[in-house]
């Protein structure tokens, strides 16, 4: 049930691109994207609404295709700040309500 | 605007023991969340309550418990501590950008409070 990130761990140069995908095996109706450092609680980055949209942050942006069940997070430029664990996130809310977050993907970056 | 606070930090039970951990939403937000994270893997959701009513629960056990007060502040129980209780404990303050009319919200988590069962 739990959504499933790809890949699991990337490392990359400073400027280098990189996309980190969710797939979900239960429709999604909505994606929240989130960032976690080492040591730190979790950043809210962004969410997407069932319709295909595409939303930015900065050099972040994502998308959402709900007919697929997956989300994508692109970063472009990478910055040494964007180290950290990224975790994409979704709400059940039939009946009970119920969040689930991704498996995590690690990204770090070398200068 | 004070963020998500959360207390105490860090502490230390032996098993068998019972512990509160308590959170205190951003000013305005009518919902908290409760997740357990242990070292290397996601959160894991354990209640979500929302005007002081409960609207989720995880797939935990009955020894954990929550409850949320009239000012939306939130404390989280777990009683009959087990080693495998020991992990960060992450608050959520939930804000709701539709105003209600979108089941969607966007979480601002607190810096947690780190269980060790010993």
């Known amino acids: 049930q739990q959504p499933v990130q790809s890949p699991q761990a990337v490392i990359l140069r400073e400027g280098e691109d990189a996309v980190i995908n969710c797939s979900s095996s239960?429709?999604?109706?909505?994606v929240h994207w989130y960032r976690q450092k080492h040591g730190e609680a979790p950043v809210f980055l962004m969410i997407?609404?069932?319709?295909?949209e595409q939303k930015g942050h900065e050099k972040i942006s994502a998308s959402f295709n709900e007919k697929k069940q997956q989300s994508s997070l692109y970063l472009t430029a990478s910055q040494l700040s964007y180290s950290g664990t990224y975790f994409c996130?979704?709400?059940?809310?039939?009946?009970?309500?119920?969040?689930?977050f991704g498996t995590g993907t690690r990204l770090k970056v070398l200068a | 605007d004070a963020g998500v606070t959360q207390s105490p930090t860090h502490l230390i039970k032996t098993r068998g023991q019972h512990v509160t951990l308590r959170c205190s939403p951003i000013?305005?937000?009518?919902?908290v969340s409760w997740y357990q994270q242990v070292l290397g893997q996601g959160p894991q959701f354990i209640f979500q309550?929302?005007?002081?009513?409960?609207?989720g629960r995880g797939n935990f056990p009955d020894r954990f418990s929550a409850r949320q007060f009239p000012n939306y502040s939130s404390e989280l129980n777990v009683n009959a501590l087990l080693l495998g209780d020991s992990a960060l404990y992450l608050c959520?303050?939930?804000?709701?950008?539709?105003?209600?009319?979108?089941?969607?919200?966007?979480?601002?988590f607190g810096e947690g409070s780190r269980l060790t069962v010993l």
């Open positions: 309550y929302y005007e002081k009513e409960e609207r």
């Open positions: 000013s305005g937000h009518k919902s």
């Open positions: 959520a303050s939930i804000s709701w950008p539709g105003g209600g009319t979108t089941n969607t919200g966007e979480l601002f």
């Open positions: 996130g979704t709400e059940r809310s039939s009946g009970t309500y119920k969040y689930i």
């Open positions: 997407l609404l069932k319709g295909g």
């Open positions: 239960k429709a999604l109706y909505s």
